[in-house]
């Protein structure tokens, strides 16, 4: 025992000659492993306390830096500010998304058995990659990050991912996907009215005539409107595995997916979107729209179809109730996938 303890004193007052050469330390005996402890704790306490100094000095740097390009340089400084909070919002959602994963692999939980805002994560997360894994792979090569950047600048809106977008960017891109939404409707409709005489049964084929001349006109169709004719939907030749490759293309549009894949390939985006909405609703209704901020209700509206930017809080809630009740009488009825995407374009 004595030689153990010998042989830490030994060790600890090499350590402490190694630190303070300078006081001349000759003898082990006039150390003790207490003082050579507490000898280490001030070198701790010292640096500790000069990196706390250090990160001090950084802020005040940083915060200096933001006002004088706040004051200078206003357009640049909202540049910097939007990649400062978009990158941080990014890496919220990367760590968010990969707790959520884990949580599905480890007990065994599915994308429809999520909690709403988690499930909304999901699905924007991917959304997101989508747009963003191109752009990684184009700066893999040296020096290409410049053009990377430079095609950044000139193309935002297809490029960056929403936390990157500018508050009036993101005004402006909503608007103009709006109005995309809007431009395939009308031939969206005119393909429907066009199935019409397809239809063998005379009462859905009124109650449809009489909903898309409803909607032409500019009149909000109620819920009862839209639910009298969801039997339509299910079978020829509105539904999915009977709807031919071009109206194909036009819901896709109106969806903003991709509409020139081959044919093949349009039936299951449009079946994944569909069940993206289901799912979502579902999990809305499971959560109550009460618990959603303001945000998060024109967020969801946004998601669903509809431009919130005109509208009021209130209006934006009440739309999305009627939706709600439309959305969940859906569940339980074959090719539902389907439905879920027309009444998007019917309501």
């Not at 429907?192 to 500019?218: F, Y």
């Not at 901020?293 to 930017?309: F, V």
């Amino acid at each position: 025992m004595a030689l153990c303890k010998r042989g830490v004193q030994c060790c600890v007052t090499t350590i402490i000659r190694c630190s303070y050469p300078f006081q001349g330390i000759s003898t082990v005996s006039t150390y003790t492993p207490i003082l050579a402890y507490s000898r280490l704790s001030v070198l701790s306490c010292r640096y500790y306390s000069l990196s706390q100094g250090r990160l001090g000095i950084f802020q005040r740097a940083s915060e200096r830096y933001e006002k004088f390009l706040e004051h200078r340089f206003p357009r640049l400084y909202i540049l910097y500010t939007t990649f400062v909070k978009g990158f941080r919002l990014m890496v919220h959602d990367v760590r968010e998304t990969k707790r959520i994963r884990m949580k599905m692999l480890t007990q065994d939980v599915s994308l429809k058995e999520l909690p709403y805002r988690e499930m909304e994560t999901i699905i924007l997360f991917r959304k997101d990659m989508i747009k963003a894994i191109p752009l990684v792979i184009i700066s893999i090569p040296p020096f290409a990050i410049i053009l990377v950047f430079t095609l950044m600048c000139l193309f935002p809106r297809q490029l960056l991912i929403r936390h990157l977008w500018t508050p009036q960017q993101q005004q402006d891109f909503q608007r103009l996907y709006h109005e995309q939404r809007c431009r395939h409707r009308e031939n969206i409709l005119k393909g429907v009215a066009w199935s019409i005489p397809h239809i063998k049964e005379w009462t859905l084929r009124s109650h449809l005539l009489t909903l898309i001349s409803k909607v032409q006109s500019g009149a909000h169709p109620s819920v009862k409107d839209i639910s009298a004719v969801r039997g339509v939907f299910s079978g020829q030749p509105l539904g999915l595995t009977g709807m031919d490759s071009g109206h194909m293309r036009l819901l896709c549009s109106h969806l903003l997916l991709n509409p020139w894949l081959p044919g093949f390939l349009l039936r299951p985006r449009l079946r994944a979107k569909a069940l993206d909405l289901l799912y979502l609703d579902q999990a809305l209704d499971t959560l109550g729209q009460g618990q959603l901020t303001d945000a998060e209700i024109r967020e969801a509206c946004y998601l669903r179809g509809l431009n919130p930017s005109s509208l009021t809080t209130s209006q934006c809630r009440e739309w999305l109730l009627q939706w709600l009740q439309l959305s969940t009488q859906l569940t339980g009825l074959t090719h539902f996938t389907y439905r879920q995407t027309w009444v998007q374009i019917l309501f």
